[in-house]
């Protein structure tokens, strides 16, 4: 059950989790887009505060600092790691009581679980409405793989990939579980689509969607939204090899080796 707390702040400051430099930000509800697109911690000062004295019956109020909470969250998580977060940091960074935050989530678990619904729902929204769409199975899959990318380069997407789901409980994991069955189901009739139209070549789907997207999730590991190549180019790049491969058309696979007889 959620808890009451203190939210009548006038001001509230989400300082950088990695160093002191604020920079000015609004929350927002997010419908499409990841939050913190391309791994950019939250680093946060707001002169006009979601904690605004505002009577909870207003919905889209309460939803905006709920949602300012779950990307504040998510940035921590991904910084700290899960055991290694605790909600009085987050309340600090906030710039709220740690009782506050039980009013728009009930635990600190139940804050995971929400993290990764939502990032979750997106990419779902998302992979409906592509393949309901125009173009060949194959230019539905990479633009699938793209934006899914760009989720796991993110904040909630880190949360989702690399956080494990025994910290959400058993409940909330067949919940998760649930919904990358769900996509993997899309994903699997998508490759059938792309077999019989032979703009794919599909040995095993189960093989070719957990390689092709098992990649993606490790995004965030190594690739750097500082880097060499920024992430409107890294990532298509990327999705490109993993469709296409490193070896030239005119190569092919060298001869196995004979066996000896004995």
Request: glycine share 6%; net charge positive.
């Amino acid at each position: 059950m959620a808890h009451r707390g203190n939210h009548t702040g006038l001001h509230v400051e989400i300082r950088s989790i990695s160093n002191d430099r604020s920079v000015q930000f609004r929350a927002a509800r997010v419908e499409a887009m990841p939050p913190c697109l391309y791994g950019k911690a939250m680093s946060i000062a707001t002169t006009e505060s979601p904690w605004g004295s505002t009577p909870r019956k207003h919905r889209s109020k309460f939803q905006l600092k709920r949602d300012a909470v779950l990307e504040a969250a998510a940035a921590l998580f991904r910084q700290r790691g899960y055991e290694g977060a605790s909600l009085n940091e987050l309340a600090d960074i906030l710039n709220i009581t740690k009782p506050t935050i039980y009013y728009y989530v009930e635990s600190k678990d139940r804050l995971l679980l929400d993290i990764k619904i939502q990032v979750q729902e997106q990419i779902l929204t998302f992979m409906k409405a592509t393949v309901a769409g125009p173009g060949t199975a194959l230019e539905k899959l990479r633009a699938i793989m793209i934006r899914y990318a760009e989720f796991m380069m993110s904040d909630y997407g880190t949360c989702l990939s690399l956080i494990a789901n025994r910290e959400i409980g058993e409940k909330g994991r067949i919940e998760v579980e649930t919904r990358i069955e769900e996509a993997n189901q899309i994903l699997y009739r998508l490759l059938d689509q792309g077999k019989r139209e032979g703009s794919m070549v599909v040995p095993d789907r189960v093989v070719a969607c957990h390689g092709l997207f098992g990649s993606l999730n490790w995004m965030s590991q190594w690739a750097k939204p500082d880097g060499r190549l920024p992430p409107d180019k890294l990532i298509p790049m990327h999705v490109d090899i993993l469709l296409s491969g490193v070896a030239a058309p005119t190569a092919r696979a060298p001869d196995k080796p004979k066996r000896r007889r004995s």
